[in-house]
């Protein structure tokens, strides 16, 4: 018999919104309010660790750990969702900033540049995993000094890889995308939708 829900292990209200979007009916799964530090999920980068296949590596543990929270926990057993998403900058991986300084910092390099940004999708139930990843080009115009103060003020770019939201004040600094808008926000709907299909999830 087909799952109708799953669990989502993640505590981003965009995936929230996003999955809500598209008809998914889901709990919330979080992984760092277990004690039991064995669900949580190391999201350092190996060394030399190619952009993709970190997203890709982080999302699929991600999803593993929260197959096990399950188990730790006795809850049901349904598809787990999760997924991680990745800035990058000339190559290199751009996390989420350490504080406002470091925010800003970050902006100052993305203005009057290309960057991308890499989603990555994994669901888990029981034995079964898979991936799904979605790579998208944003180009930023050229921010000043004093909008990379305003917009550092509000707060928006602490909690998000690239330190920006492009669904939020954000959109202001984005001349052009190529790839996925939902994948941008962290959630790639059409490649969500070919893993939430493959685990017999009705999407829609």
Known sequence: MAEKSIYLASRSPRRR??????????EMLLL???????????????PDE????????????KAGAGVRALAMRGLRLKPVLAADTTVVLGGHIIGKPD???HAAQILAALSGREHQVVSAVA????????????????????????????YV???????KAGAYGIQGRAA?????????????????????TELLQKFGIAVL
């Open 17 to 26: 919104d996003l999955l809500k979007q598209i008809g998914i009916d889901f």
């Open 123 to 150: 669901m888990a139930h029981r034995d079964q995993l898979d991936d799904r990843v979605s790579v998208s080009t944003v180009w930023f115009r050229p921010i000043s000094g004093d909008e990379v103060r305003r």
């Open 50 to 61: 190619a952009p993709r296949a970190y997203a890709v590596r982080i999302a699929r543990a």
């Open 172 to 192: 202001a600094f984005v001349t052009r995308i190529d790839g996925s808008y939902s994948g941008i926000m962290g959630l790639p709907l059409a490649e969500t």
């Open 32 to 46: 760092r309010s277990d004690p039991r530090r064995s669900v949580d999920v190391d999201e350092t980068p190996l």
């Open 99 to 101: 504080d406002r300084e």
């Open 153 to 159: 003020e509000t707060g928006e770019p602490l909690d």
